[in-house]
């Protein structure tokens, strides 16, 4: 049984660069979710997607930030012009809205170091 | 407003004691109810989740717990901790309207031998 897999799960790049971040979540989800953490905090959400669609777009995304999903299958996660308070633990998760009150299936995350 | 809390930063216990960990919500339509648990430098793992009916749920590695309405409370409970339940625990709130989960700040969970 596959989980959620992200990749990379580390990286380190400096300020101003761009950095993309993949999702791949269990093959018959159709939900996938962004999340940020920082260390010792809840994560916030960001973004979810339920197949293609994005459905819903936190505040806390600025325009530097974009995802997609594109065929409904795996997500990409951009940030572009980074930003030293980007640096953060970025989960995906996803589930299968089949049933009321689905949980949700988290990746290990990928941790963003800007220098 | 903050739709889920956790009031403690931390709880500490002694190996073989009982565990609570502590989440309150606030009232907006139907909640669905989460804990998740979290080791270092790792993604979260579901432990369980209220839905509807008994208020008492039961989910992995023996934790349990009671969803009350009138407290509008969701509090994560193990009869006898292990020194390996030392984690970050964080509990969520998903409502009938809602796509998204909110999660609490998180608890951590330390315990001794």
């Known amino acids: 049984d596959t989980g959620v897999s992200q990749d990379p799960r580390h990286k380190i790049t400096k300020r101003g660069q761009n950095v993309t971040f993949r999702c791949d979540p269990i093959s018959e989800h159709n939900r996938l979710y962004w999340y940020r953490q920082t260390l010792g905090q809840g994560p916030e959400f960001l973004t979810y997607f339920q197949n293609e669609a994005q459905l819903e777009k936190s505040r806390l995304l600025s325009d530097r930030f974009s995802a997609e999903r594109p065929k409904g299958s795996f997500s990409t996660l951009e940030i572009q012009r980074t930003e030293q308070g980007d640096s953060a633990m970025y989960l995906c998760?996803?589930?299968?809205?089949?049933?009321?009150?689905?949980?949700?299936?988290f990746g290990e995350g990928s941790r963003l170091t800007v220098l | 407003a903050q739709s889920v809390a956790q009031p403690e930063d931390q709880v500490n216990v002694a190996e073989g004691n009982p565990l609570t960990v502590k989440c309150t919500y606030s009232v907006s339509g139907n909640p669905y109810l989460f804990w998740y648990v979290q080791y270092p430098n790792r993604g979260l793992q579901f432990l369980l989740k209220?839905?509807?009916?008994?208020?008492l749920v039961k989910g992995s590695y023996g934790f349990e717990a009671e969803f009350n309405k009138s407290q509008t409370s969701f509090h994560l409970k193990k009869p006898s901790a292990l020194v390996s339940d030392s984690a970050l625990y964080f509990c969520?709130?998903?409502?009938?309207?809602?796509?998204?989960?909110?999660f609490g700040a998180g608890t951590q969970v330390v315990v001794t031998p």
């Open positions: 209220y839905i509807t009916g008994d208020n």
């Open positions: 998760a996803s589930s299968y809205d089949r049933d009321r009150g689905p949980e949700l299936f």
């Open positions: 969520a709130v998903r409502y009938d309207s809602w796509g998204k989960f909110q």
